[in-house]
């Protein structure tokens, strides 16, 4: 469960609360996905209601040119400490720290756990990727849910679900 109780007259998280029952991979595939929404219904950025949590210490999130000169680019996306952008785009999506993209990889409506790399030109939609996992180079996922259901779990939704032991 994921759960915000809290109140305020100033912030976006009101007297009504903020519940979202993520029971299911693709609940909590969609409630992740929802703090993306340009007003979300948690804003973690609500200064009065700070996050408590715990982050290790890492350098910030970066973008560096791919091996063609082109700039990682990034779209509506959140992401953690020790990200580097490699000359690739993220477009809708959730990194968490120490994550890897690659030169002229694609990663879309994913969210990607701690130490995970995506190899160059490698493509992601709709993804949930495990901590450690190495999406090779060259690599599709989520673009074809029949192949995809062969290797990995693909929810009733078609969020496509990576985890350690599938790559």
């Not at 091996?67 to 990200?83: C, F, M, P, R």
């Amino acid at each position: 469960m994921f759960a915000y109780p809290f109140g305020s007259h100033q912030g976006r998280v009101s007297q009504d609360r903020y519940w979202k029952d993520v029971g299911t991979l693709d609940a909590y595939y969609e409630a992740n996905i929802a703090l993306l929404d340009p007003v979300p219904s948690l804003n973690l950025y609500q200064r009065d209601w700070p996050i408590r949590t715990y982050l290790p210490q890492s350098p910030p999130a970066r973008t560096v040119p791919g091996e063609d000169g082109h700039d990682g680019v990034i779209y509506n996306s959140s992401l953690a400490g020790g990200t580097v952008i490699n000359g690739a785009t993220v477009n809708h999506s959730i990194l968490s720290s120490w994550v890897r993209v690659e030169h002229a990889a694609q990663v879309q409506d994913s969210i990607l756990f701690n130490y995970v790399t995506v190899g160059a030109g490698a493509k992601l939609k709709r993804c949930i990727v495990d901590k450690h996992v190495t999406i090779p180079a060259g690599e599709t996922i989520g673009y074809d849910l029949d192949r995809d259901r062969q290797r990995f779990t693909v929810t009733e939704e078609g969020v496509v679900v990576v985890g350690r032991r599938d790559m």
